[in-house]
T-cell receptor, first 115, second 114 residues
């Protein structure tokens, strides 16, 4: 029978092109957002983060944009390389009180870079 | 520096058997998280500990699942009895006060229950 899965959003780009991965978040009180990269067979790895008092943050080849009005995040990867092929997750914290908080993850976007 | 260390990396077990997954967080980190990842449900938080105390176990699927953290450098996630629908990748992650809000993941334990 047909399997039912998450139907990950997918993005396929050519090597050297720029990639934009989008994420909608739900908690308007979130003050911090993180992007993770998960390569096949590995655990998620931290890429870049942004605080809610910022609307843009740049790293090495990556830029994260935050639009709090519409609760939207994007991750831009410049000059995408084959090694960037992975699933990308945005994550936001949910505070359980005091210093206790947990990270909840979006369903992810599969980025495939074609040589 | 060593990252989060999980064992076993891969396990295949028969339905009904007990499964124990182990985790050593990054030294000095005081929060530890257990996540489960499946194609159907994505990355789900099962339980997390702060200073060895369970804070939120609302993600634990049922009584067959239990987690312990007897000390700051060790945690276990146990499934008893295991069922085929428990097949997934189980990730342990940790966070420390000096790492801010970033959670660091291990490489996962790939569990197959047949």
């Amino acid at each position: 029978g047909e399997s039912v899965g998450l139907h990950l959003p997918t993005l396929s780009v050519q090597e050297g092109d720029n990639s934009i991965i989008n994420c909608a978040y739900s908690n308007s009180a979130s003050d911090y957002f993180i992007w993770y990269k998960q390569e096949s067979g590995k655990g998620p790895q931290f890429i870049i983060d942004i605080r809610s008092n910022m609307d843009k943050r740049q790293g090495q080849r990556v830029t994260v944009l935050l639009n709090k009005t519409v609760k939207h995040l994007s991750l831009q990867i410049a000059a995408t390389q084959p090694g960037d092929s992975a699933v990308y997750f945005c994550a936001e914290p949910w505070n359980s009180g005091g210093s206790n908080y947990k990270l909840t993850f979006g369903k992810g976007t599969l980025l495939t870079v074609n040589p | 520096d060593a990252g989060v260390i999980q064992s076993p990396r891969h396990e295949v077990t028969e339905m009904g058997q007990e499964v124990t997954l182990r985790c050593k967080p990054i030294s000095g980190h005081n929060s530890l998280f257990w996540y489960r990842q499946t194609m159907m449900r994505g990355l789900e938080l099962l339980i997390y500990f702060n200073n060895n105390v369970p804070i939120d176990d609302s993600g634990m699927p049922e009584d067959r699942f239990s987690a312990k953290m007897p000390n700051a450098s060790f945690s276990t996630l146990k499934i008893q009895p295991s069922e085929p629908r428990d097949s997934a990748v189980y990730f342990c992650a940790s966070r420390g006060t000096l790492s801010g809000n970033t959670i660091y993941f291990g490489e996962g334990s790939w569990l197959t229950v047949v």
